[in-house]
């Protein structure tokens, strides 16, 4: 990309912030969370992305993404892989690289400004880029916090979605439940006084924004029928908050994956 092209992109995204953050903002203030009801970001753009989003998947930068059962138990995400974001992948994926930058900047001071007690870093964050390959794929209900790879300190979760030929027929809604540990809790929770649960579909340049250490979600199974263009592409920044650095103590089962999921200081 260009210095132009660059900083062309920068504003559009900064252009889009501004039409929908008041919004998300009341949407947090009022539910703990909040989804768009039309795309964030213009078309051509988030199609740039979804290719980038390609190009990676296509240089061999995924791999198998892991979940973890009560804390200590790992198991493989069947038919999920992932990466992140970070400053050697610029070449390849310039448009994630700087959507996750401007994004990050720009919310961190406007959900702080809102929110002054949730304290956001301005300087870490993390981020994880999504890939389902079909076959069932699926996400099991779990908060965005609570066990060694998760850091207690993420705050609020922001998912974009870049499937640009999503239907129906390839499931993959993200489902958002309730408050609380466990889907039973959840459902005890008075999700309705939250809206919840809602079913969300994964349509490109859906956003997604919950409190990551409140809101239990899962993603419903997901399939291929047309080959790479209908894989499940999902990105989701985590603001973290200012405590980042003692919170995070990644036990030695977790490192690997502590090391792939937090806090570039890449960022800024
Ligand atoms: O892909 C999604 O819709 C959700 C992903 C998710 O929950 C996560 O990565 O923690
Ligand atoms: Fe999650």
New binding site residues.
């Given amino acids: 990309m260009s210095e132009s092209e660059v900083g062309k992109f920068n504003q559009q995204v900064l252009t889009s912030i501004d039409g929908w953050c008041d919004e998300l903002i009341a949407g947090l203030r009022d539910h703990g969370w909040w989804a768009s009801t039309k795309p964030v970001l213009p078309k051509p753009l988030l199609r740039a992305m979804r290719q980038e989003v390609e190009d990676l998947w296509e240089n061999g930068d995924f791999i198998q993404?892991q979940s973890v059962l009560g804390g200590n138990i790992y198991y493989d995400k069947k038919h999920v892989f992932?990466t992140e974001i970070k400053s050697e992948k610029y070449t390849t994926s310039p448009r994630m690289w700087h959507y996750t930058v401007t994004m990050t900047r720009e919310l961190v001071r406007r959900v702080n400004a809102a929110f002054p007690e949730m304290d956001l870093n301005g300087k870490f964050i993390g981020n994880?880029l999504?890939m389902?390959v079909g076959n069932g794929a699926a996400?099991d209900a779990?908060l965005?916090v609570g066990v060694a790879e998760?850091p207690f300190n993420r705050k609020l979760?922001l998912?974009l979605?870049l499937n640009d030929s999503w239907r129906p027929a390839l499931g993959?809604?993200?489902v958002l439940l309730g408050e609380g540990q466990t889907e039973a809790e959840a459902a005890k929770s008075q999700p309705g006084a939250l809206g919840l649960p809602v079913t969300?579909p994964?349509t490109s340049g859906t956003l997604?924004a919950f409190w990551s250490d409140k809101i239990l979600?899962?993603?419903k199974a997901s399939e291929v029928l047309k080959g790479m263009k209908d894989y499940?592409?999902?990105y989701?920044i985590w603001l973290v908050g200012e405590d980042h650095e003692e919170q995070v103590a990644p036990s030695s089962a977790a490192e690997d994956a502590s090391k792939a999921e937090t806090a570039p200081s890449w960022a800024f």
């Fill in positions: 993404s992932a994880k999504n389902s996400f779990h965005d998760k979760s998912l979605y993959g809604e993200i969300l994964p997604v979600h899962k993603v499940r592409v999902s989701v």
